[in-house]
């Protein structure tokens, strides 16, 4: 059964010079890594969506690291989910294994792989 996400209220205002959102008191208590003063990275991700994430949070990217910040919503929200609802997670049976393993014959990959521009997934 699917679980419809938490939402919390806001309107967009201004501080100042510059602008502004204004979001109810229960998401920071939800939420107290998005804590007063944290330093936010913002992204827009499609028309009326954004994605914000605190920079300097428990699981901030390093300069090093190759960072995708809609991937790594998307896996923080698995990663919830599957502890939410284990009975959900089936593991893989010998048949689909095998076929898999049929598909991936003479495929060779390396993380130094470059995908062409023309690759879409």
């Known amino acids: 059964m699917a679980r419809a996400a938490t939402g919390f209220g806001g309107a967009i205002t201004t501080t100042g010079h510059s602008g502004a959102l204004r979001l109810e008191k229960s998401f920071f208590q939800a939420h107290p890594e998005f ?12 028309p009326g969506q954004l994605l914000v994430s605190v ?58 792989d470059i995908l062409p521009d023309d690759v879409t997934f």
Do not use: C, W
């Open 35 to 46: 804590r007063l003063k944290a330093k936010l990275r913002v992204h827009h991700i499609g």
């Open 55 to 112: 920079e300097d949070g428990p699981k901030a990217a390093t300069a090093d690291e190759a960072h995708d910040p809609v991937v790594s919503a998307y896996l923080a929200f698995l990663e919830k989910d599957m502890g939410a609802n284990p009975g959900s997670l089936s593991p893989f049976t010998s048949a689909e294994l095998d076929k898999l393993t049929d598909q991936l014959k003479g495929v060779s990959v390396s993380d130094e």
